[in-house]
């Protein structure tokens, strides 16, 4: 919320220069240019924008609470809070101006010179990352909640702004990207908008090792795992894998978690029943070839 108030002294400056720069500063200057603003609908916008700043943080604190103890609503709740923030600054920054400026011909000739200048250079990026941010939410190649790799960083969609977009990573980093950037780069989205999400886990045995037994132990892990979402097919794929150093079969694991947040937990556990079954069963990894050198 700071941000947005500092954008909108950052813009009262602007109007007040640019009418300042028009004729040498004078005692009547000042005057005209104090006229400009309403002092009181300045004063009762430090009131809205307080106001604003603690309706955020409750909306915030109660999407928290509420989708920690109702997860299945938890993708819903995290839409309309995004939507909510983006219409109460909207909704601030109108108000806060009109409160704070007496309206004219001249000052609307001076905001529109001002709002050129800004596009055309200094704001020239945020311009960019405004229009992007539309086009985001209009296109949306992916939503608030999807977990989403782009350029190698991978993780949840947190908040999709005008501005930018915040991503929190499996390191519980948070990362904040220009929304301009996303239309040039390509992002895959996991789920989508679902809770639930593909995992992809491959395996690797011996050439000479049971490959029907291998995949059926596979597939009985992956089935019984208490984060398997089981209205989804559970699939294990046989291919052959040649490489300098080993030939090997690649059974590969394809199971839906029931909620993105358990993905490395259900890829772990997966693999521990997996490596559990071949142990007993006698079922070895592929040989390693080292090569000597003569």
Known sequence: MLRYCLTVLLFVLSVTSAYATEEPVSMENITQIASLIRWSGVFFSVFIIAGCWLLIKFM?????????????????LQKLQSFLQFFVYLTAGIVVFMLSFRINDHI????????????????KDLAASFIAGLTVMIDRPFQVGDRVTFEGHYGDILTIGLRSVRMRTLTDDIITIPNN????????????????????????????????LA??????????????????????????????????????????????????????????????????HSIKPPQITVKTQV
Do not use: W
């Open 60 to 76: 915030n604190s109660m999407v928290e609470s509420i989708g920690g103890q109702f997860v299945q609503y938890r993708m819903l």
């Open 108 to 123: 609307l000739a001076l905001i529109g010179g001002t709002l050129a200048v800004s596009v055309g250079f200094a704001m």
């Open 181 to 212: 950037k996303f239309l040039s780069e390509v992002t895959v989205s996991g789920n989508y908008g679902e809770l639930d999400m593909q995992v992809v886990i491959p395996f690797y045995i011996g050439m000479n090792e049971d490959i029907v």
């Open 215 to 280: 995949r059926n132990l596979i597939q009985e892990a992956a089935s019984s795992s208490r984060y398997v979402h089981l209205p989804k097919p559970v699939t294990v794929l046989v291919k052959q894998t040649i490489s300098d150093s080993y030939l090997a079969i690649q059974l590969t694991c394809k199971a839906y978690v029931v909620d993105t947040a358990y993905e490395k937990l259900f890829e772990t556990d997966i693999t521990l029943r997996v490596m559990s079954e071949f142990q007993k």
